[in-house]
């Protein structure tokens, strides 16, 4: 069994900042990817930031210059520093975890960003 926990999501003003994180535990070894998706009522779960096991990082357009992703492998934990937050990117936001060909989703963390 392998569990995710996201935490970090919340209610913020327009311009503010968040810091999710995204705990990795049970029979999980070797982690490849690590990622944060976004999905929001009517729409399909959408990729913000992924990084991989060397540090590579990938951004959605809407993120770049205001989202960073990183990962502490020590601890399994990948998280996502959101600033200059918008109205837009409100949603749930969901880790992935790749490991040997499989992937793993966390049950979701509420952002709300009020305008």
């Known amino acids: 069994q392998v569990q995710l926990v996201e935490s970090g999501g919340g209610l913020v003003q327009a311009g503010g900042s968040l810091r999710l994180s995204c705990a990795a535990s049970g029979n999980i070894f070797r982690i490849n990817a690590m990622s944060w998706y976004r999905q929001t009522p009517g729409k399909q779960r959408e990729l913000v930031a992924a990084?991989?096991?060397?540090?590579?990082?990938n951004y959605a357009d809407s993120a770049k210059g205001r989202f960073t992703i990183s990962r502490e492998n020590a601890k399994n934990t990948v998280y996502l520093q959101m600033n200059s937050l918008k109205a837009e990117d409100t949603g749930v936001y969901y880790c992935?975890?790749?490991?040997?060909?499989?992937?793993?989703w966390g049950r979701g963390t509420q952002v709300t960003v009020s305008s």
């Open positions: 992935k975890v790749d490991s040997f060909g499989r992937s793993y």
């Open positions: 990084i991989t096991s060397g540090g590579t990082t």
